[in-house]
């Protein structure tokens, strides 16, 4: 099924010189899997069209079940001399979190753990 | 410098480094809270602050030229001022870059404040970073100092240079220590240098111990931003964040083998969790292999995150590598002028009005023979900070800032544009209001320069002195 990232992941933008770093986490080691194949730099650089004028590159950080992306060319010059109210890109997590990627339905069962869990609370 | 680690008798084999500062303006009251709240169940070693942002060398800088006794974050006294008879007390010690281009003024009015409340302290100051005024002799020398990232020429900027910094690592913060120092205030040093200092201090870690030192490093990560590794920022659960009002700052709690636990001091709001965690570690970090500090380059995909719950994540398997032979060097010069002004549009039709008014503007100042580098126009409330990504539709905007702004060499084009905003509210489309403040004046645009140098080029110089 169809869902925004933000169903799934967490994240934190930032910028690096004039590109912004969105690392994106998931926010279970079961959907790391899943982000990793659906969430391609050819994936977020369509994603960032319009913001992101260069290339996008991809880290894989499996340990911590995230992927980190530096979006080159995409603050307006960056730092000080950028125009953009969004200088620094730390508002790109937020865009990164809405993209939608398709979910398997079975991914999504909580596991026994969870379901007592949440029973106790 | 490079003398040998003297094992100490009293080596501990855990301290806990708290976090008072993450940037030049951050939370006041941190610091205070960080000391006023340690004590035996939740102790303070050592308290870190950052006051260093890329381009606040330059600000210092100017500050300096206008009274050399300035040059420096003068917020920093203000909080030593607080916490002083704390700090002596509790024996905390406090290592920060407050000291900005002038960490022996910044001294002095220290030690100007504990002869007033009569207290004895010692005062460490690192000093060396500050290469702006031999530039030229470095690049006669054969550094081209050429910009990291597009490759040009220093000689391009030359002339507009404001101010260049050598990011120095943990090593003279150590020797500080060494030589007994309770406050070390430096100037252009890396963030996570602060963190990493007395770990290698008290742990008696040696300058190659490459995986105890990316695990220093890493700490310093968490801990350089203040509470955003504490619930601050939050993207996971900021609505399961308890009492952001008294956000508590992050404390590392180290071990000498490397491993350490992040938390926070109990009764205070904010929250510690694998999450909190790893969004900080996330954040502005390039290739996670390659976190590159002058005293190490730890790996960011070793890290390891167990929640040990109640506000504790252990952090631990971190491995590093060799340091490279280059310090980094951060530059900052004129590029130019910028101006912004903002007016805000309502319903109906709020979208509309806000275009027209840009296109009368632009229309305006071409007419007045204006000229930028780059005219940008935002609509605050609605896109500015997603652009093309926003999906609502134009016509459901109720009410829109409209943020224009300008940036370039001709300064009376910059000025020029700061006359025209206001006049819109009468000669241009209705329901208008916002504007406040002023005529937007030309302000001096400051670019950054990164820079690499090699090590051998500068040497760092420590003095302690007691008053």
Known sequence: MKMQLLQICHARSGDKGDAANVGLIAREEKFYPLIKSKVTSAVVKRRFKGICEGKVERYELPNLWALNFLLHNTLGGGGTVSLKQDAQGKTLAAAMLRLEIDVPPSLLKKTAKQKNKKRVA | ?467
């Not at chain 2, 002083?84 to 010690?93: A, G, R, S």
């Not at chain 2, 000498?256 to 001091?265: A, L, P, Q, W």
């Not at chain 2, 996330?282 to 730890?298: H, M, Q, S």
């Not at chain 2, 209001?433 to 001096?444: E, I, N, V």
């Open chain 2, 1 to 467: 410098m490079n003398g040998p680690v003297v094992l100490r008798r009293d080596m501990k084999s855990s301290i806990r480094i708290a976090s008072g500062q993450g940037f030049w303006g951050d939370l006041p009251t941190a610091p205070i809270d960080q000391v006023r709240r340690a004590n035996a169940d939740s102790p303070v070693d050592y308290m870190m602050m950052d006051y260093l942002a890329e381009v606040t060398m330059s600000i210092m800088q100017k500050q300096k030229l206008k009274d050399p006794n300035a040059g420096y974050a003068r917020d920093l006294v203000e909080v030593i001022d607080a916490i002083l008879p704390d700090i002596v007390e509790k024996n905390i010690k406090v290592i920060t870059n407050g000291g900005g281009v002038n960490p022996e003024a910044c001294r002095d009015a220290i030690f100007a404040i504990a002869r007033k409340r009569g207290i004895k302290i010692k005062v460490g100051v690192v000093l060396g970073d500050n290469i702006l005024d031999s530039l030229d002799a470095l690049l006669r020398a054969g550094h081209d100092l050429k910009n990291m990232e597009s490759g040009e020429k220093l000689t391009d900027v030359r002339e507009r240079v404001l101010s260049a910094n050598v990011y120095f690592g943990a090593m003279p913060i150590v020797e500080a220590l060494r030589q007994g120092a309770q406050i070390v205030i430096t100037g252009r040093t890396t963030d996570t240098g602060l963190t990493l200092a007395p770990m290698i201090y008290e742990f008696g870690w040696k300058e190659n111990d490459w995986n105890k030192l990316a695990a220093g490093t890493v700490a310093g990560h968490i801990l350089e931003c203040g509470a955003q590794s504490s619930g601050g920022n939050f993207a996971a659960g900021w609505k399961s964040v308890k009492d952001f009002a008294n956000i508590g700052f992050p404390i590392a709690e180290a071990y000498d083998n490397g491993d350490f636990v992040i938390t926070k001091h109990p009764a205070t709001g904010g929250k510690v969790s694998r999450q909190t965690v790893a969004e900080q570690l996330l954040y502005e970090i390039g290739d996670p292999k390659e976190y590159i500090t002058p005293d190490c380059v730890a790996d960011f995909t070793s890290i390891r995150l167990r929640d040990l719950g109640k506000d504790r994540v252990l952090v631990h398997d971190i491995i590093g590598k060799a340091a490279t032979p280059f310090y980094k060097v951060s530059m900052s010069y004129n590029d130019g002028f910028s101006a912004s002004g903002t007016l805000t549009y309502t319903w109906p039709d709020a979208m509309e009005k806000a275009k027209l008014a840009d296109k009368i503007l632009r229309a305006r100042l071409a007419k007045a023979g204006c000229s930028f580098d780059e005219f940008r126009t935002e609509f605050l409330g609605y896109n500015s900070c997603h652009g093309p990504l926003t999906p609502t539709k134009e016509r459901d905007v109720q009410e829109v800032v409209v943020k224009f702004g300008v940036r370039g060499n001709d300064k009376k084009s910059i000025a020029e544009f700061g006359k025209h905003i206001a006049p819109l509210i009468l000669t241009g489309p209705p329901s208008v209001t916002g504007f406040a403040g002023g005529r937007p004046k030309p302000s001096d645009v400051v670019a950054y320069w990164p820079a690499l140098l090699k090590k051998t080029a500068v040497t760092p110089q420590v003095v302690v002195d007691e008053a």
